[in-house]
């Protein structure tokens, strides 16, 4: 059973559209990050949330997470081909700073 | 400070061959983790240390996986006996006890069995 279900697992536009892709759990986090992982690479971390209902702004990026800390969502607005990669959710449960479970991720391709 | 390094990019090996791969945290990162992915899917949590105690090993980890940490810097992993099933991008990521943020990852060792 995947602890975190991602959702669209792809999705592709054109570029200067808006998209949401969406992180779902019935576990319950104490923080969450989104990463954007390009191919034969490592994940980049893109954002921290911690507080339920909490949302962070990455220039046109925007990051919320969830009044009850389930769930989250990533909003590109006017996606650009640069964009394009594959953006991988994670939670950690714990204050401990232990492990941390990922998501399968959305593979999103933005072409000009 | 260069992040996450690991080594090698590549490795190609036969199978029952066995193999080791090598992380350099960040210097001032006293956890590191160990993760597999493979296509299609994202990381799964392999193993983590907190300076050079093994803190956790996931079940899903047989018996010819080995990791270790010796003086708390960088660490090892190793696949004894390597199978066809192991073929995948090995990762490494490290981050500060206590530390609500993310991990900062390395680029990987592409593992291909044949």
């Known amino acids: 059973t995947q602890l975190l279900e991602q959702s669209p697992q792809f999705l592709s536009i054109q570029e200067g559209e808006n998209l949401t892709v969406y992180c779902n759990s019935s576990s319950v986090f104490s923080s969450l990050q989104w990463y954007r992982q390009e191919p034969g690479e490592g994940p980049v971390l893109l954002v921290t949330?911690?507080?339920?209902?909490e949302v962070k702004k990455l220039k046109r990026l925007t990051f919320q997470f969830g009044d009850a800390r389930k769930d989250s969502s990533l909003h590109i607005t006017a996606a650009q081909p640069g964009d394009t990669g594959l953006y991988l959710c994670?939670?950690?449960?714990?204050?401990?700073?232990?492990?941390?479970?990922f998501g399968d991720g959305t593979t999103l391709t933005v072409k000009p | 400070d260069t992040g996450v390094s690991q080594n090698p990019r590549h490795k190609i090996t036969k199978r029952g061959q066995n193999v080791t791969f090598r992380c350099d945290p960040i210097s001032e990162h006293n956890r590191l983790y160990w993760y597999r992915q493979t296509l299609g899917q994202g990381p799964e949590f392999l193993t983590y240390f907190q300076n050079e105690a093994q803190l956790e090993k996931s079940r899903l980890l047989s018996d010819r996986f080995s990791a270790e940490r010796p003086k708390g810097s960088f660490s090892t992993l190793e696949i004894q006996r390597t199978e066809q099933g192991d073929s995948a991008m090995y990762l490494c990521?490290?981050?500060?006890?206590?530390?609500?943020?993310?991990?900062?990852f390395g680029s990987g060792t592409r593992l291909t069995v044949v």
């Open positions: 990521a490290s981050r500060d006890t206590g530390s609500t943020g993310g991990y900062t």
């Open positions: 994670a939670g950690a449960r714990g204050t401990n700073a232990g492990k941390s479970t």
């Open positions: 949330v911690v507080t339920g209902g």
